[in-house]
Structures are given as structure tokens and as C-alpha cells.
């Protein structure tokens, strides 16, 4: 099955500073990779995703990368805001029908104002 | 359009007890989930659902049992509770496409079993 590993687990930087989140998955045949946003008692929310056709996505602010041969994508956040702060999720894809994700551990965002 | 709901939203119960928590969505979504989120651990899968009257296995799926009976609606049963089984329990639901599309999930359920 499908492995994703996410670094680091907690991560502040100072407001107006960038923010960069990393994964590395296991599975070659995955395809599509979102990343979550998940404020303190609520539900996650999609803020970007990508597919495997593409190297880079970029939605103001936030942008992701892909690199299919070494397995890994990446979250950019720049000019952070204290309303970033919040957990990440990255996810991937795995194969089937299902659409089923796996999802990395997490990733607490602390903008310091 | 109220998206992905779940019920209850708090629930306590001692070990061995029963319960079932409701998950609804009126988006007309194919696919639904149940995923169990534990400090440190992300999201993990317990359970998944192609669609009406279908079920199958996820990551995390012993101890739990779910149900499809309606295409709006997907069940998470806990027949005998555990303390391993205190979590927080989100749905969620998503299109049937050719593509990947989005993962809309519900506000979420905190059991905590004593």
C-alpha cells in the first residue's frame, strides 16, 4: 500500500515569511495529490491539489510542487498570515477505483505575529 | 445545501457499549468515507463506499462496521467499544468522475470511550 511520510510536524516562521511543507510518498502509480487545511475543532479543507501531469500548480499565495521521479511534493506558503496557522495534511492517491487518499501526519503551522 | 453532516458531534461511552454514528450528504456523491484522526497520525481510512448497498475495507477497519442502505447516507457502527476506539471520526464524501475530485468532509464526531 501507500506510504506518506510528511516533514516537519510542527513548523513557526514569522509572519510575512514563507512556509514550506514536504512529502514523500512510496507508490509510483499514484497520481493526484491534495493537500488539506485543517483549523483548530474543524473539518479539513481542500486548499490546493495536484495531478501527475503536472509539475507545479500555484493559487495566489500557496503553490505546489511535484517531482514524480524522487516521490516527493512540496506545500509553498509566502507572505504568511496568522490566519495560515493551521494543520496541513498532504495526501496521495492510491490506485483503484475508489479514490481512496492516504494522508501524512500532519503538519502544525504557527505564524508568529 | 448543507454539504457533508455527521451525528452526534460529542459522544461518551464506556467500554463495550454500542453505537452508530450518521453520516448524510446531499452533494448526490457516489463515493463516501469514514476516516478516524488520532494526535500525530493524520487521517486514517476505517471504511469506503462506491456507492448504494456497497462497502469495503479500509486501512483501520477491525472493531467497526458500516452500512450503505441509501445513496445519501453512510453508517460507522461500533458494536463494543474500546478505549483504542476514542478518536475523532470524520465522513466524507466525493464524485464518482474519470478525474480525481475533491474530498468534502463533515465537521466531525469526538467519541471517547471510558
Known amino acids: 500500500g501507500e506510504n506518506v511520510e510528511q516533514h516537519p510536524s510542527t513548523l513557526s516562521v514569522q509572519e510575512g515569511d514563507s512556509a514550506v511543507i514536504k512529502c514523500t510518498y512510496s507508490?509510483?502509480?499514484?497520481?493526484?495529490f491534495p493537500w488539506y487545511k485543517q483549523e483548530l475543532g474543524k473539518r479539513p479543507q481542500l486548499i490546493i491539489d495536484?495531478?501527475?501531469?503536472?509539475g507545479e500548480k500555484k493559487d495566489q499565495r500557496i503553490a505546489v510542487t511535484l517531482n514524480k521521479t524522487a516521490k516527493h511534493f512540496s506545500l509553498h506558503i509566502t507572505e504568511t498570515q496568522p490566519e495560515d496557522s493551521a494543520v496541513y495534511f498532504c495526501a496521495a492517491s492510491l490506485s483503484g477505483s475508489a479514490r481512496q487518499l492516504t494522508f501524512g501526519s500532519g503538519t502544525q503551522l504557527t505564524v508568529l505575529p | 445545501n448543507a454539504g457533508v453532516t455527521q451525528t452526534p458531534k460529542f459522544r461518551v461511552l464506556k467500554t463495550g457499549q454500542s453505537m452508530t454514528l450518521l453520516c448524510a450528504q446531499d452533494m448526490n456523491h457516489e463515493y463516501m468515507y469514514w476516516y478516524r484522526q488520532d494526535p500525530g497520525m493524520g487521517l486514517r481510512l476505517i471504511h469506503y463506499s462506491v456507492g448504494e448497498g456497497t462497502t469495503a475495507k479500509g486501512e483501520v477497519p477491525d472493531g467497526y462496521n458500516v452500512s450503505r442502505l441509501k445513496k445519501q447516507n453512510f453508517l460507522l457502527g461500533l458494536e463494543s467499544a474500546a478505549p483504542s476506539q476514542t478518536s475523532v471520526y470524520f465522513c466524507a464524501s466525493s464524485y464518482s468522475t474519470s478525474v480525481w475530485t475533491e474530498q468534502f468532509f463533515g465537521p466531525g464526531t469526538r467519541l471517547t470511550v471510558l
Open positions: 495536484i495531478r501527475s501531469n503536472v
Open positions: 507508490d509510483s502509480a499514484s497520481n493526484y
